[in-house]
């Protein structure tokens, strides 16, 4: 009877023990991202999702979805059958270079995530739909993922895209930015 007792603690020991380890392998590979020169988009350096959006320079992702001011297409490494990436055409590296004024622009992109998703026969309340925050970014360019569905997710991306301090879901991201002063 005691090793019945012991087996499902040391199950989620393992489990503590490998999230910790997901999240340690994210903090290092954003800390190597925020620090690699190739990321910055600081002094002029190029922003190949400036590229995408604006088809300057091929080959890009195909463009499912285009707007005046935003463009979807899927994540070149999905994280599920369906990962897709909103991104505005104007640049900003992060949510944190947002304000208030740009609540609009955020929203648009959010409804334009959930119809997209809705073409695609996914439920959007049952999607992941929100943005990583500084440092656990990937590319210096606002981007919005919606991901579905989240049972393919490995153990480690369902760590990456918990609602977290480095990940904001798009009504948190909209409620903070209404917050923020001009």
Request: proline letters at 7%.
């Amino acid at each position: 009877m005691p090793n019945q007792s012991k087996s499902p603690m040391k199950r989620k020991a393992k489990m503590y023990i490998a999230g910790l380890a997901g999240l340690g392998l994210i903090v290092l590979v954003s800390i190597y991202n925020c620090t690699s020169s190739e990321s910055r988009q600081a002094n002029g350096q190029k922003c190949f999702f400036c590229d995408f959006a604006h088809r300057r320079q091929g080959p890009p992702p195909v463009l499912e979805v285009e707007t005046a001011e935003y463009v979807i297409f899927k994540d070149k490494y999905p994280a599920a059958k369906h990962h897709y990436l909103a991104i505005p055409k104007e640049h900003f590296d992060s949510l944190k270079a947002l304000n208030k004024s740009h609540v609009g622009l955020v929203r648009r992109m959010e409804q334009g995530m959930m119809e997209f998703l809705r073409s695609k026969d996914v439920d959007p309340k049952e999607a992941i739909v929100g943005f990583h925050l500084p440092p656990f970014i990937s590319v210096r360019h606002l981007h919005l993922h919606g991901i579905y569905p989240p049972a393919d997710m490995s153990f480690g991306n369902r760590i990456s895209f918990m609602p977290s301090f480095w990940f904001k879901k798009s009504n948190d991201a909209i409620l903070d930015l209404e917050g923020r002063d001009l």
